[in-house]
């Protein structure tokens, strides 16, 4: 745990807030701010402010000691890597951050929430855990990313820490796949490019992440056998199911959508804001759902 203020310091009106562009569709504020009144922190408020890359620099210069913490979302967490003066191993080899803390000496500490998050959603659903009570030793999870972004460098991390030893990686350009190179040496993966046109034998997998924009996977919807056995996760969550989540439940598979995700670290970022022990889980839950539905 990091060093922040608690709730019961001085400045007694504390603040945080989620940042991308756009970030108007963003639940975040609902989830943290749902969070905040089950556990009592009347003094604490989270919103949503839209900010580019370029202004992220100058946003985070200027807030003040009542801002307790960031939420970084898309496209902004390679530049909150740069900002922060510490950073957490896994944030570091995955090359980008998605949370910034406020130190009490005015600097921040980063971290990737997105990885502890996607690896509770996959560990839940049995990706890297003996299925069996008298189970040998669990083999390394097979496990395939779409896509080259920010999230799949954090689908790569998570992968690590589930012990798997190779990913396969399938993008539409090459050059997307080998700008993960990096963050597989550091993480000691080995990667295994499979070209668009070739994802679907990329789909016999314990765990298959899609980390790809909305629509963008869509045409796999048909053209893929699914692992009877496996779990899938699918970044987006507006609109649901996608083609994709839709067959693979249709298949009997596994299926967990980007809010499983968006609530499972929003928890590590409440903790680090806030200094409380463990967030209100299932208040942040039902606040989301509601919102949802």
Not at 6 to 35: C, D, F, Q
Not at 79 to 92: D, F, G, K, S, Y
Not at 183 to 201: E, H, M, Y
Request: aromatic share 4%.
């Amino acid at each position: 745990m990091v060093g922040v203020l608690s709730h019961n310091e001085t400045p007694t009106t504390r603040k945080a807030a989620v940042l991308g562009k756009p970030i108007a569709h963003s639940l975040s504020p609902v989830i943290h701010n749902a969070g905040y009144a089950a556990a009592g922190l009347s003094g604490w408020t989270y919103e949503a402010i839209e900010c580019a890359e370029s202004e992220l620099p100058d946003l985070v210069a200027g807030l003040g000691p009542e801002w307790a913490g960031l939420s970084l979302t898309m496209p902004l967490k390679e530049a909150a890597l740069r900002i922060a003066a510490v950073a957490t191993p896994v944030a570091i080899a995955a090359g980008v951050a998605n949370t910034l803390v406020h130190q009490p000496d005015g600097s921040w500490h980063a971290d990737n929430t997105d990885v502890g998050g996607l690896v509770r959603v996959l560990r839940e659903a049995g990706v890297g855990v003996s299925r069996g009570r008298h189970a040998a030793k669990v083999a390394p999870p097979r496990i395939t990313v779409l896509g080259g972004g920010g999230t799949a460098r954090a689908a790569l991390a998570a992968a690590s820490e589930l012990g798997a030893e190779q990913v396969r990686v399938v993008t539409r350009r090459p050059e997307a796949r080998e700008v993960l190179d990096p963050v597989a040496v550091a993480l000691g993966l080995k990667l295994s490019g499979v070209a668009w046109a070739d994802a679907p034998i990329a789909f016999d997998a314990d765990a298959v992440i899609s980390t790809v924009p909305k629509g963008a996977a869509d045409e796999l919807a048909d053209q893929v056998t699914w692992h009877h056995d496996g779990v899938f996760f699918d970044a987006i969550y507006d609109p649901w199911p996608t083609p994709l989540a839709a067959s693979a439940i249709k298949a009997g598979v596994t299926v967990h959508s980007g809010l499983d995700l968006l609530l499972a670290q929003a928890l590590s970022q409440f903790e680090q804001f806030t200094g409380v022990g463990r967030a209100p889980e299932d208040a942040m839950r039902a606040a989301m759902e509601k919102a949802r539905s």
